[in-house]
Protein backbone atom coordinates (compact mmCIF):
# COMPACT_ATOMS: atom_id res chain seq x y z
CA UNK A 1 0.00 0.00 0.00
CA UNK A 2 1.26 3.47 -0.97
CA UNK A 3 0.01 6.40 1.09
CA UNK A 4 -0.26 9.93 -0.41
CA UNK A 5 -1.01 12.88 2.13
CA UNK A 6 -1.94 16.02 0.97
CA UNK A 7 -3.68 18.96 2.27
CA UNK A 8 -1.59 20.98 4.30
CA UNK A 9 -1.00 24.49 4.78
CA UNK A 10 -0.81 27.90 7.05
CA UNK A 11 -4.43 29.04 8.64
CA UNK A 12 -5.50 31.13 11.27
CA UNK A 13 -6.35 29.90 14.72
CA UNK A 14 -10.15 29.43 15.11
CA UNK A 15 -9.83 28.11 11.50
CA UNK A 16 -10.46 24.52 9.46
CA UNK A 17 -8.11 22.68 7.15
CA UNK A 18 -8.94 19.31 5.51
CA UNK A 19 -6.44 16.78 5.17
CA UNK A 20 -6.23 13.95 2.54
CA UNK A 21 -4.53 10.48 2.00
CA UNK A 22 -4.72 8.64 -1.00
CA UNK A 23 -3.68 4.91 -0.94
CA UNK A 24 -3.39 2.83 -4.22
CA UNK A 25 -1.97 -0.55 -4.32
CA UNK A 26 -4.67 -1.75 -2.18
CA UNK A 27 -8.60 -1.25 -1.65
CA UNK A 28 -7.96 0.48 2.02
CA UNK A 29 -11.89 0.12 2.70
CA UNK A 30 -11.21 -3.21 5.25
CA UNK A 31 -7.61 -1.94 6.78
CA UNK A 32 -7.17 0.39 9.69
CA UNK A 33 -6.35 3.88 8.60
CA UNK A 34 -4.55 6.09 10.85
CA UNK A 35 -3.67 9.73 11.37
CA UNK A 36 -0.95 10.52 14.00
CA UNK A 37 0.93 14.00 14.29
CA UNK A 38 4.61 15.27 15.30
CA UNK A 39 5.84 19.28 15.76
CA UNK A 40 8.74 19.96 16.14
CA UNK A 41 10.81 18.49 19.26
CA UNK A 42 8.13 16.43 20.21
CA UNK A 43 7.26 12.72 19.84
CA UNK A 44 5.06 11.78 17.16
CA UNK A 45 1.17 11.88 18.91
CA UNK A 46 -1.64 9.82 17.85
CA UNK A 47 -4.71 11.63 16.39
CA UNK A 48 -7.38 9.68 14.82
CA UNK A 49 -8.07 6.36 13.83
CA UNK A 50 -10.77 4.09 12.02
CA UNK A 51 -12.00 0.50 10.93
CA UNK A 52 -14.95 1.07 9.26
CA UNK A 53 -15.42 -2.48 8.48
CA UNK A 54 -15.33 -2.96 12.19
CA UNK A 55 -17.47 -0.10 12.91
CA UNK A 56 -15.35 2.01 15.21
CA UNK A 57 -13.28 5.47 14.74
CA UNK A 58 -11.05 6.32 17.92
CA UNK A 59 -9.52 10.14 18.59
CA UNK A 60 -6.73 11.83 20.63
CA UNK A 61 -8.08 13.49 23.41
CA UNK A 62 -5.97 17.04 22.43
CA UNK A 63 -8.95 16.86 18.96
CA UNK A 64 -11.55 14.71 20.22
CA UNK A 65 -14.56 16.90 18.96
CA UNK A 66 -12.77 18.83 16.75
CA UNK A 67 -11.52 16.40 14.21
CA UNK A 68 -13.34 14.15 12.46
CA UNK A 69 -11.82 10.70 10.05
CA UNK A 70 -13.66 9.93 7.26
CA UNK A 71 -13.23 7.80 3.88
CA UNK A 72 -14.37 7.54 0.19
CA UNK A 73 -14.32 4.19 -0.69
CA UNK A 74 -14.74 5.04 -4.41
CA UNK A 75 -11.35 7.42 -4.44
CA UNK A 76 -9.62 5.20 -2.19
CA UNK A 77 -8.92 7.63 -0.14
CA UNK A 78 -9.59 8.76 3.87
CA UNK A 79 -9.73 12.18 5.18
CA UNK A 80 -9.01 14.48 8.53
CA UNK A 81 -11.18 17.21 8.39
CA UNK A 82 -9.90 19.60 11.29
CA UNK A 83 -12.19 22.59 13.02
CA UNK A 84 -11.16 25.13 15.09
CA UNK A 85 -7.31 24.94 14.55
CA UNK A 86 -5.18 25.64 17.62
CA UNK A 87 -1.40 26.91 17.12
CA UNK A 88 -0.70 23.65 19.42
CA UNK A 89 -2.41 21.88 16.48
CA UNK A 90 0.61 22.60 14.60
CA UNK A 91 3.26 19.51 13.37
CA UNK A 92 3.62 17.90 10.41
CA UNK A 93 1.07 15.14 10.06
CA UNK A 94 1.11 11.47 8.51
CA UNK A 95 -1.49 9.06 7.41
CA UNK A 96 -1.20 5.29 8.08
CA UNK A 97 -2.74 1.77 7.34
CA UNK A 98 -2.70 -1.46 8.93
CA UNK A 99 -4.71 -4.93 7.26
CA UNK A 100 -5.45 -5.93 11.09
CA UNK A 101 -5.34 -4.13 13.83
CA UNK A 102 -7.23 -4.30 17.08
CA UNK A 103 -8.79 -0.77 18.31
CA UNK A 104 -7.16 -0.86 21.62
CA UNK A 105 -3.31 -1.29 19.62
CA UNK A 106 -4.57 1.59 17.05
CA UNK A 107 -2.98 4.46 19.06
CA UNK A 108 0.47 2.78 18.80
CA UNK A 109 2.07 3.83 15.42
CA UNK A 110 4.76 1.30 15.50
CA UNK A 111 1.68 -1.06 15.02
CA UNK A 112 1.18 0.52 11.48
CA UNK A 113 2.71 -1.27 8.49
CA UNK A 114 2.54 1.27 6.13
CA UNK A 115 2.61 5.33 5.83
CA UNK A 116 2.40 8.32 4.17
CA UNK A 117 4.69 11.08 3.67
CA UNK A 118 3.51 13.93 5.74
CA UNK A 119 1.90 16.76 5.36
CA UNK A 120 2.79 20.53 7.16
CA UNK A 121 0.03 21.98 8.79
CA UNK A 122 0.70 25.24 10.19
CA UNK A 123 -1.85 27.19 12.77
CA UNK A 124 -1.15 30.80 13.54
CA UNK A 125 -2.31 32.87 16.53
Known amino acids: VQLQASGGGLVQAGGSLRLSCAAS????????MGWFRQAPGKEREFVAA????????YYGDSVSGRFAISRDNAKNTVYLQMNNLKPEDTAIYYC???????????????????WGQGTLVTVSS
Open 25 to 32: GRVISNYV
Open 96 to 114: AADPGLIRSRATEGKEYDY
Open 50 to 57: ARWSGGWT
